[in-house]
C-alpha cells in the first residue's frame, strides 16, 4: 500500500513551488503509478495548504481504524487461497478477519484464477 505521507509532503513541495492541484496530480501519477492518492484528495490537500494548514499529518477520525498491509497479513490472505484458490472475496474477508480495500477488491474481481495470489505478490 501506498505510503500516503510521503505523497503528501510531495504535495506540498509541488504546492510551495506554484504548481497547480492537477500539474501535482499527474506528477504523483507518474511516479505512484497505481498507488497514487486520487484526485478529490489531492484537491482536498491543495484546499487546506491554501488555507494556511501546512501540516502533512492526517486529521484523526472516528470510525473504522486503520489496517495495514504487513507481510503477516499478506502471508495469512496467502495461505487462506492456496488451501482453494476459488473463495470468493467475501470468504476472504470472514476466513481472515480483514477488510478488503476497494482497489484490492476491484482488482480481484472475478478471479479465479490465482488473481489474489498474483495481486499480493506484486
Not at 495469512?76 to 473463495?87: A, L
Not at 472475478?110 to 506484486?122: E, F, P, S, T
Request: hydrophobic letters at 35%; a positive charge.
Amino acid at each position: 500500500m501506498a505510503d500516503f505521507r510521503k505523497q503528501r509532503a510531495a504535495m506540498k513541495f509541488c504546492f510551495l513551488l506554484g504548481k497547480s492541484g492537477t500539474e501535482t496530480l499527474e506528477m504523483l501519477k507518474t511516479a505512484y503509478k497505481d498507488d497514487a492518492m486520487g484526485k478529490t484528495q489531492v484537491f482536498e490537500w491543495f484546499s487546506r495548504f491554501k488555507n494556511g494548514e501546512m501540516s502533512i499529518d492526517d486529521k484523526p477520525r472516528s470510525g473504522r481504524p486503520s489496517t495495514a498491509r504487513t507481510h503477516e497479513n499478506v502471508e495469512k490472505i496467502r495461505e487462506i487461497i492456496k488451501e482453494d484458490r476459488r473463495r470468493t472475496i467475501e470468504e476472504i474477508v470472514e476466513l481472515s478477519g480483514f477488510f478488503l480495500f476497494p482497489r484490492m477488491k476491484r482488482d480481484m474481481k472475478g478471479k479465479n484464477d490465482g488473481g489474489a495470489v498474483k495481486y499480493l505478490n506484486r
